[in-house]
């Protein structure tokens, strides 16, 4: 069974064809796949989309969406994830991580958030879904601390 642990189904590119996307993925073996938030706004599209085709999601807070993000995110997701601990199609925390490829981002704010999903999904149990760019060292050190 193959499972492609990162799609970004909810993306607006797949609005015209996202159900032959996934009808696609399924013929060429791809029997499942997780689709991770980026952003506390798109919680509910990831987990509606998940449950719609059987699929499986992750919550989390994108290192490209935590310019925009507030402290009160972080609240939000560890709420999601109280709130939906008992889904089976809850499959991890992300996408979270680190980038700095993208220049001009905050990187202390992205490592405090980064720190802080690590707790969040240690806490819940779950296993994370990361994005590193340019990035390995200090993701790597994160992960060795929690
Ligand atoms: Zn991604």
Known sequence: MWIDTHCHLDAPEFDADRDAVVARARAAGVDMLV?????????????????????SYALGIHPLCVDEANEADLDTLAAALKAHAGDPRLVAVGEIGLDHFVPGLDREKQERFYWAQLKLARAAGLPVLLHVRRSADAVLKGLRRF
Request: aromatic share 4%; hydrophobic share 50%.
């Open 35 to 55: 689709l991770p938030a980026v952003a506390v706004s798109n919680f509910d599209t990831v987990r509606e989309l998940a449950h719609r085709h059987l699929l």
